[in-house]
């Protein structure tokens, strides 16, 4: 098998451990920028790469809308079409069969969209996203579910559970052996505690190479997200990768390593970026503010990056309130390569079994 994955030290809760795909290894925990539409927005892919990012994700909904999936699949796969060497995961469409709702109609089969470029009616299943997801040929294939909206209607919750885990084993029998790609199962049940745990029982007895948790970062608090990983962090099975689903801020990948989670993705970084807001080591700053206009001093020295070391504050200020392009392009980039080092400091505290310092060393900083 030329994909695996290794669990290699705990401290705590907290692990650290790789993923081996046919396009290189992923140490975990491991932070992956998103590129919906087969871009990370305002980086080039040697951008991402000078972050330390070890592989990006993708969106099968998006990309079956446009450009097409023959399109991409003409040439070989998204690799080929990004020319991009790094691993990548793509999501499934069932993030959009929520955040699309208002065109969308879900049924046993699959959900009808109405295509939020055009209005044309498209239909996703479990047999079509996977098929999708064969043909963009990423190395992490991720089961169609609904993700639902955040609900203390349990009834609710519990229907859309019980659906996704029909549809993820359709996904399963669809995906077939690959032996040079995951599949990952989707973890759902809302904030419902007993939900979640009778859900990941069942999808374990399908079995897949690795779990994500979805439904969350949909509207709870940090809290509510908190306590479902601590109901799930020792029913997860040690010898396959964790992924949290959507998450988040830095406090958030510091709280949810804490409890077991190896994968995050988020497009925070990026949109973030663009609104003029950095994350820094001491803390997130809004760079519109007039305050930055005589601050001369190095957005992040702290952070290895040519956008976090080489520019001002001062320059950074003027280049966001004058709408130029350069201020999205810059702010993304430090912004990933800070979350790259965040992953890179948690994953040297783990190796050294001083994660719990760290957290509180950094996570009031961080979680503003």
Not at 109 to 118: I, T
Not at 271 to 284: D, E, I, M, V
């Amino acid at each position: 098998m030329s994909i695996s994955f290794h669990l290699m030290k705990e401290d705590g809760n907290a692990r650290l451990g790789k993923i081996k795909t046919k396009r290189g290894d992923i140490d975990t925990p491991a932070f992956m920028p998103v590129g919906t539409l087969a871009t990370v927005k305002g980086l080039t892919n040697e951008q991402i790469v000078n972050t330390s990012s070890q592989i990006i994700l993708c969106n099968t909904y998006h990309l079956y809308i446009r450009p097409g999936v023959e399109r991409i699949h003409r040439v070989g796969g998204l690799h080929e079409f990004m020319n991009c060497n790094l691993p990548i995961l793509t999501d499934s469409g069932g993030f959009q069969v929520m955040s699309l709702s208002k065109n969308t109609k879900i049924t046993e089969d699959g959900v009808y969209f109405n295509s939020h470029v055009d209005g044309k009616k498209i239909f996703l299943s479990p047999e079509i996203s996977i098929d999708i997801q064969k043909k963009l040929n990423s190395d992490i294939v991720m089961v169609f579910d609904e993700c639902p909206k955040y609900s203390q209607d349990k009834k609710l919750i519990e229907k859309s559970t019980n659906l996704s885990l029909r549809w993820a084993s359709r996904s399963k029998k669809e995906f077939g052996n690959n032996n040079d790609k995951f599949l990952f199962g989707i973890v759902q049940g809302g904030i419902f505690n007993d939900l979640r745990i009778d859900n990941l029982k069942k999808l374990l007895d399908i079995s897949f190479d690795g779990y994500a948790i979805g439904g969350l970062a949909v509207g709870e608090s940090q809290f509510e997200m908190f306590e479902t990983l601590d109901c799930l962090k020792n029913k997860l099975p040690k010898n396959k990768p964790h992924y949290l689903m959507g998450t988040g801020t830095p406090g958030d990948i510091l709280g949810s390593v804490k409890r077991g989670i190896d994968m995050f993705d988020c497009v925070l970084p990026s949109r973030s970026g663009r609104t003029g807001l950095a994350y820094t080591w001491n803390g997130k700053i809004n760079l519109r503010n007039a305050k930055y206009a005589k601050d001369d001093t190095a957005l992040d020295e702290n952070v290895n990056c040519p956008a976090s070391r080489n520019y001002s504050k001062n320059y950074l200020n003027h280049l966001i309130n004058t709408n130029e392009i350069l201020a999205s392009t810059l702010l993304t980039w430090h912004n990933i390569a800070f979350y790259q080092d965040l992953m890179s400091k948690i994953r040297y505290n783990i190796s050294i079994k001083n994660f719990e310092n760290f957290f509180k060393k950094n996570f009031e900083i961080l979680n503003n």
